[in-house]
């Protein structure tokens, strides 16, 4: 009853499983800084057309989104990195290749 609430009210918006990247073949993990000539807001369709990105964000700061890449090897993220040249109005990336996760804490409703 509970659950059935929060969804109603838009607090919980899917149920997952927690899958092992790793297992999947997806062991590389790079977080990217996606420098751009213009405004990215409406980019979001290209960010979403490469599947390797997991999530894509509108941020603040030197950057105008800071994206997530999972892979499976490093040749293939610099795949991705070629790729996000192509979309229009991106003019650079910094790439963050993660060694270790710690943790990776879920969102819960109280």
């Known amino acids: 009853d509970r659950v059935r609430k929060l969804r109603e009210r838009g607090v919980i918006r899917r149920t997952t499983v927690e899958v092992d990247p790793a297992a999947l073949g997806r062991g590389v993990l790079a977080f990217v800084m ?3 000539s213009a405004w990215m807001g409406e980019a979001s369709e290209s960010f979403a057309a490469i599947p390797e990105i997991q999530e894509a964000h509108v941020i603040a ?9 999972r892979t499976a090897t490093t040749e293939q ?4 990195l070629r790729r996000l040249y192509e979309i229009e ?3 650079g990336t910094h ?3 993660v ?4 943790f990776e804490r879920p969102v819960h409703a109280d």
């Open 61 to 69: 700061g030197t950057a105008s989104v800071l994206v997530k890449v």
């Open 95 to 97: 790439a963050t290749v």
């Open 89 to 91: 109005g991106v003019s």
């Open 99 to 102: 060694l270790e996760t710690f």
């Open 34 to 36: 996606v420098d751009s």
């Open 77 to 80: 993220l610099q795949d991705v």
